[in-house]
Antibody
Framework: EMQLVESGGLVVHPGGSLRLSCAVS????????MYWVRQAPGKGLEWVSL????????YYSDSVKARFTISRDNSKKSLYLEMNSLRTEDTALYYC???????????????WGPGTLVTVSS | QMTQSPSTLSASVGDRVTITCRAS??????LAWYQQKPGKAPHVLIY???NLEGGVPSRFSGSGSGTEFTLTISSLQPDDSATFYC?????????FGQGTKVEIK
């Protein structure tokens, strides 16, 4: 069964750092572009970042650029999101998601994890 | 930017329901629709504006191109109570509509 499972969400103070992980199973990670999408409590969905299938290309939303870093380790079947200089507005459920079409980027998301909650609060 | 309407709707079982999504510029047919139930991750219903994802009931359909798109539920079922989002994937940054909450009367 194809599955994504996020971990690493915690309560952290403003200005703090956190690293999220997404464990992949049931498919070959190195064939797919991967994404992070977040959802603030009671709000809609916001795309955060993407990394292409071999890790050569990364993109970020303006709201997290220069603070967050996406990475992947295909040998460990894992995706990561390093989050620095956290703000209260970064409080959200963070989902990892798979791009639907292998070896392309800029697509829709056909597989999602259950999410991991990041709370930024003093 | 993606603008969805309405933001909420209430309809009866068996009703035909339509949700609209408008893009601020042409996105050709690079549009997906997702359904999200409370406490769950979203899952894709429609991709490339009108293609039904595998396993999705045929009462869901999508149409449109350019800047105007619709998601139609031909006969609303109790299990369709959820929030629906459109998403464009034509142009960076990938953006979602603000969501439409569908309630069953």
């Amino acid at each position: 069964e194809m599955q994504l499972v996020e971990s690493g969400g915690l309560v952290v103070h403003p200005g703090g750092s956190l690293r999220l992980s997404c464990a992949v199973s049931g498919f070959t990670l190195n064939d797919y572009t991967m994404y992070w999408v977040r959802q603030a409590p009671g709000k809609g969905l916001e795309w955060v970042s993407l990394i292409n299938w071999d890790g050569d290309d990364t993109y970020y939303s303006d709201s997290v650029k220069a603070r967050f870093t996406i990475s992947r380790d295909n040998s460990k079947k894992s995706l990561y999101l390093e989050m620095n200089s956290l703000r209260t507005e970064d409080t959200a459920l963070y989902y990892c998601a798979r791009g639907a079409v292998p070896r392309t980027w800029g697509g829709y998301f056909d597989l999602w994890g259950p999410g991991t909650l990041v709370t930024v609060s003093s | 930017q993606m603008t969805q309407s309405p933001s909420t709707l209430s309809a009866s079982v068996g009703d035909r329901v339509t949700i609209t999504c408008r893009a601020s510029q042409s996105i050709t047919t690079s549009l997906a629709w997702y359904q999200q139930k409370p406490g769950k991750a979203p899952h894709v219903l429609i991709y490339k504006a009108s293609n039904l994802e595998g396993g999705v009931p045929s009462r869901f359909s999508g149409s449109g191109s350019g800047t105007e798109f619709t998601l139609t539920i031909s006969s609303l079922q109790p299990d369709d109570s959820a929030t629906f989002y459109c998403q464009q994937y034509d142009t960076y940054p990938w953006t979602f509509g603000q969501g439409t909450k569908v309630e069953i009367k």
